[in-house]
């Protein structure tokens, strides 16, 4: 039953919460509300016995994504009565996006099927009281399917290097610190090694 | 009819409903209490002990007016801090404003729930303790952006904005770290990792980890030299200018107990917790929880002792020391602890491979 109440509480308040972050008029307020939500999905996954997923989850989505999203929705000087002139013009095709996405889903859940038999998979999922999913989840990663793993992190890599050079520009007069520099200097040159009696202090 | 009342409170607490929900409450509320009270505590006298060990390196008296060596001093100033009047500046989003300093709070008493005292005195003995202390920790820049954007305050502002991207740099290299120490233990449990017992040539390994990872929590906890989201020089007081009273306390607070939750931290990952030091077993007459508050005092101690002897970084070069210097040494030093490690067949899993 407490599990029934806590399940019952956090889809709840996932729910609300997303609701929360389309509705709500300050932009704030709304990735609050979206860090609400994921937190309750963390809850959700704990609940499920997935505690690793839980916590990357909270790691990568609230502590990281969330706090970026925040900086920059933090600074974003918002003007409410142009953004209500874009509501009206861009309804139209919001409305089109959200008309096709419902339509897929009704068709899904009309298409569902469900087998009964459990069908042959290739990773069974293995027995929660013999491996815990932290290492289940390493060995799916790292041992079974380690180069697609690798793969894809090569191909965020190739993605970040490549936001990073469309974006970067080197300004000729940015005087930056330039440490080789300094650490090249001769510590005889430009300290005064003072050799202190403890108790005295430095007048 | 006072008997026929106890009986009767004692049947509503030994009933099914009581036995099944109520009394597992209870216990775990008395068992959170257990370690949030001495908590606090260790928080008063945490600022106490800072005032006084700044005094003493700066040749001064440091508090020593309110009571016996100005024992109560933390006292006195907690009983100012309820007195006076909570302001909420007329530009400020209330809301958000008051949730701040409570988020802060909770997050630094939350994250205790997984630290081991002693063997076997956790609130929480999860498998995933390792990514839980990460996750609270990473969740504590949110009290000081949400302070710092509610306050409708410049100051404010900037002081939120500077602690976002410094604790979001430094957790970066923080994590590589945790990751080592895992590398090492091959577990995510708190009480595993305290009880995995390294050969020398590894603890001497880890040590450069150790270093990075006391100044990444220097950073994170927001504390000198890196103390830039409060940089009273320009920003008079950072992201909690616009707070007084109660809320500002409550950061106060807050900011202390992340230091103890660091040091405890520390302790657990590098210095063995509650196990004698050097593993002298005739250190070990000494119950086991106070070797961790020892070794939390050291670490707490180094924190203080910092503070009173670097001067604030400049911002970029706070940056730099994030990113191109702690981020490229962890990478490597990550890899290169993973290579030798599996050359000895020391990793986790593959002993005697």
């Known amino acids: 039953m407490i599990e029934a109440i806590f399940f019952y509480v956090f889809s709840a308040v996932l729910i609300g919460s997303a609701a929360w972050v389309i509705s709500s008029r300050n932009p704030v307020h709304s990735v609050l509300a979206l860090i609400l939500a994921f937190f309750n999905a963390a809850g959700l996954f704990v609940m499920l016995g997935a505690e690793f997923l839980a916590m990357i989850m909270v790691i990568v989505y609230v502590g990281a994504v969330a706090v970026l999203f925040l900086f920059v929705v933090m600074m974003l000087d918002i003007d409410f009565v142009k953004l209500k002139a874009g509501l009206v013009k861009n309804a139209f095709v919001g409305f089109i996006v959200g008309g096709v996405l419902l339509a897929e889903f009704v068709w899904m859940y009309l298409r569902w099927g469900m087998s009964q038999v459990t069908p042959h998979v290739m990773m069974p999922t293995p027995d929660m009281a013999q491996v815990n999913n932290t290492q289940a989840l390493g060995m799916v990663l790292y041992t079974h399917y380690v180069y697609l793993f690798q793969i894809s992190g090569l191909i965020l890599l190739v993605a970040m290097i490549g936001a990073i050079t469309l974006t970067h520009r080197r300004r000729p007069d940015n005087r930056t610190q330039k440490v080789a520099i300094q650490v090249a200097r001769n510590p005889k040159d430009v300290l005064k090694v003072e050799k202190i009696t403890s108790g005295s202090g430095v007048h | ?353």
């Open chain 2, 1 to 353: 009819m006072a008997n026929s009342v106890t009986e009767q409170i004692q049947g509503l607490w030994n009933s099914d409903f009581s036995v099944a929900y109520v009394q597992p409450t209870a216990f775990a509320g008395l068992h959170v209490l257990e370690f949030v009270v001495p908590l606090i505590i260790a928080v008063a006298y945490l600022t106490y002990a800072e005032r006084k060990v700044l005094a003493a390196m700066q040749m001064r008296q440091g508090p020593n007016v309110v009571g016996p060596f100005g024992l109560l001093q933390p006292l006195a100033d907690g009983l100012k801090l309820l007195a006076k009047e909570t302001i909420i500046p007329s530009g400020a989003n209330r809301g958000v404003f008051l949730f701040a300093p409570m988020l802060t709070f909770l997050l630094s008493l939350v994250a205790w729930a997984v630290i081991p005292v002693n063997a076997g005195w956790v609130v929480s003995n999860i498998n995933v303790g390792v990514l839980y202390l990460f996750a609270i920790s990473s969740l504590g820049v949110y009290g000081i952006l949400m302070a710092g954007w509610a306050s409708n305050s410049r100051y404010a502002f900037l002081g939120g904005l500077r602690s976002a991207a410094q604790m979001v740099s430094y957790e970066v290299s923080m994590g590589f770290v945790l990751v080592s120490v895992l590398l090492t233990t091959g577990s995510l449990n708190l009480t595993a990792i305290v009880d995995a017992q390294h050969p020398f040539w590894v603890s001497l390994m880890l040590f450069p980890m150790f270093i990075v990872f006391v100044i990444s929590a220097l950073a994170e906890t927001n504390r000198a030299p890196f103390d830039l989201p409060e940089g009273e020089s320009e920003l008079v007081g950072g992201y909690n200018v616009e707070y007084s009273s109660m809320t500002f306390a409550l950061f106060f607070l807050g900011e202390y107990s992340n230091m103890i939750l660091m040091s405890g931290m520390t302790s657990v990952l590098f210095l063995g917790a509650w196990l004698p030091p050097f593993g002298i077993s005739a250190l070990a007459v000494v119950p086991g929880f106070i070797w961790f508050a020892l070794k939390v005092c050291f670490v707490l101690f180094v924190f203080i002792w910092t503070r009173a002897t670097l001067p604030r970084f400049r911002y970029d070069q706070l940056m730099r020391l994030g990113w191109k210097v702690f981020l490229p040494f962890t990478l490597v030093w990550l890899v290169f602890m993973a290579a030798v490690l599996l050359y000895n067949h020391a990793l986790p899993g593959m002993q005697g491979g």
